[in-house]
């Protein structure tokens, strides 16, 4: 591969550096010069996001601004003049699903030979990703990261017009760029970032290579918008970080995520939730605001990762298990109802046996209402990456396969304590298989499939829960 002139191309050690000034917080209006406005007039473009909310709710910015070009949504990859992958970089798998759906595409340009191909998000603010793919993939017509999403009707005029295969991927601690068009996926729930970027390091993960440093938007640019969606009808919303506990700190804001939570929710919305919560800064005054206000909703997702202190210190998790299990009791004190859900790595390089019972151990004393549970996955560049790891992959599988038994044993017992209970509904949509069947979520985020008299997409009902099964429950609504 040869660099070629205009290239940005990611460098992994640019990317570590934090220093003590705070990022720029950017309010522009976004308009387009007259040269962009049809940019994609009679065109489709076809958008494939994976991975976490954050690249979701990046996904409905990019869709924003295709849409604002003049592009029209297609879900099918044979329509499309503009196929753009939106990517994900936390495991390998997800990678090669990626690296194997580029080679999968290239197909279509026998049928369409004018097909533009992009990728972005957070594999491509990995240097050995961009190298692979600028020497296997060379279909690809551009790649851009997690800073510059905002340049992409620039970025794109240079492909299209100017016939230009383009590569701009920022490494650096970023800014806040506010005033973003978006295209809402849903429309009654919505995702709100909060903060961009990580600061904590795991030893393991990528994430502060991709997406930068800590740094939060304005409090009143976030209530902004919050209320905006009220007005247009939400009645739920998640706030979203990388690590939400930290939100504030680089303004010097006093009170941080507790204080944005509690005027979040003296706006009125009917529900609050918020993803992810770090163990190590989770602090009380957070745990009184969830439990003073009911539509803060009782649901946690707090990753503990392992459930051995000795390998909690070489992740760089800066909490011991001692400690994790304090904060759970804690919160469980004052917030009975709540549900927790969590992440779990197992084979962690040199994890042994014991440890791994210790993991076990952890389950047992939680009973989580679910687990994300994941063999280690070595992240390029990461510390954890060149560790010597002697624990065979056959036995992390057995590893894995006897937590997940645990896990759903749980999972379907804190279930079992909602027969015949009646809960509170958000509906998210019908069933194809039956139109009398709708389905959302309660206020604990269990999914409910209930046999429905009146409700609507968006209504709050409530429902009697009748069967309850391992990842979900059976009702039926009921009437006040």
Same mark, same amino acid.
């Given at each position: 591969m040869k660099k070629q002139p205009g290239w940005a191309l990611p460098d992994l050690k640019a990317a570590q550096v934090r220093t003590n000034r705070q990022s720029p917080i950017r309010h522009e209006v976004f308009t387009l010069p007259e040269q962009l406005r049809r940019l994609g007039a009679g065109k489709k473009y076809y958008l494939r996001t994976y991975g976490c909310q954050a690249n979701e709710r990046d996904g409905e910015t990019l869709a924003g601004m295709l849409e604002l070009l003049g592009f029209a949504p297609t879900q099918e990859t044979a329509d499309a003049d503009l196929i753009l992958l939106n990517t994900c970089a936390v495991r390998k798998n997800a990678e090669d699903k990626v690296l194997g759906e580029l080679g999968s595409l290239k197909r279509l340009r026998k049928t369409n030979p004018d097909v533009l191909f992009a990728l972005c998000g957070c594999m491509a603010q990995e240097e050995a990703i961009v190298t692979t793919i600028l020497e296997k993939f060379s279909h690809i017509n551009l790649i851009f990261g997690t800073h510059n999403i905002h340049h992409l009707p620039d970025l794109l005029y240079r492909v299209m017009v100017d016939? @230009?295969? +383009? *590569?701009? *991927? $920022?490494?650096? %601690?970023?800014? +806040? *760029?506010? %005033?973003l068009p978006v295209k809402r996926f849903a429309s009654h729930k919505a995702w709100v970032n909060i903060m961009y970027g990580c600061d904590k390091f795991c030893t393991y993960c990528i994430v502060p290579y991709t997406r930068g440093k800590e740094r939060s938007r304005a409090m009143e640019d976030i209530l902004a918008e919050i209320r905006s969606l009220i007005q247009a009808g939400y009645k739920e919303v998640t706030l979203l970080g990388q690590n939400v506990n930290s939100y504030g700190k680089d303004l010097h804001l006093e009170g941080g995520f507790a204080k944005l939570l509690e005027e979040s929710a003296k706006t009125g919305i009917p529900r609050i939730r918020f993803t992810t919560s770090h163990p190590w800064d989770f602090s009380d005054a957070m745990i009184d605001v !969830?439990? #003073? $206000?009911?539509? !803060?909703?009782?649901?946690?997702?707090?990753? *503990?990762? &392992?459930?051995? &202190?000795? !390998?909690? @210190? !070489?992740?760089? #998790? #800066?909490y011991t298990i001692e400690q994790y299990r304090e904060l759970y009791d804690k919160i469980r004190a004052r917030i009975p109802d709540c549900a927790f859900s969590t992440d779990i790595i197992v084979g962690f390089p040199n994890e042994s046996e014991g440890q791994f019972e210790k993991t076990m151990a952890i389950v047992d004393y939680c009973q989580f209402d679910n687990a994300y549970t994941f063999i280690y996955s070595p992240r390029e560049g990461t510390p954890a990456a060149m560790m010597t790891d002697n624990v065979p992959f056959e036995v992390k599988q057995q590893r894995l396969a006897r937590l997940n038994e645990v896990v759903n044993r749980y999972a379907r017992l804190r279930n079992e304590a909602y027969q015949d209970r009646i809960v509170k509904v958000l509906v998210d949509g019908v069933s194809k298989k039956n139109p009398h069947v709708y389905s959302g979520y309660t206020e604990t985020n269990k999914l409910v499939n209930f046999t429905n008299i009146n409700a609507q997409i968006g209504d709050i009902v409530k429902v009697r829960i009748t069967e309850c099964k391992t990842w979900s429950l059976d009702g039926e609504q009921v009437m006040d």
């Open positions: 016939h @230009k295969q +383009v *590569v701009e *991927v $920022y490494s650096q %601690e970023g800014e +806040v *760029v506010e %005033e !969830i439990a #003073r $206000y009911d539509n !803060i909703m009782p649901f946690i997702h707090l990753p *503990v990762q &392992s459930g051995d &202190s000795d !390998i909690l @210190k !070489i992740m760089g #998790r #800066r």
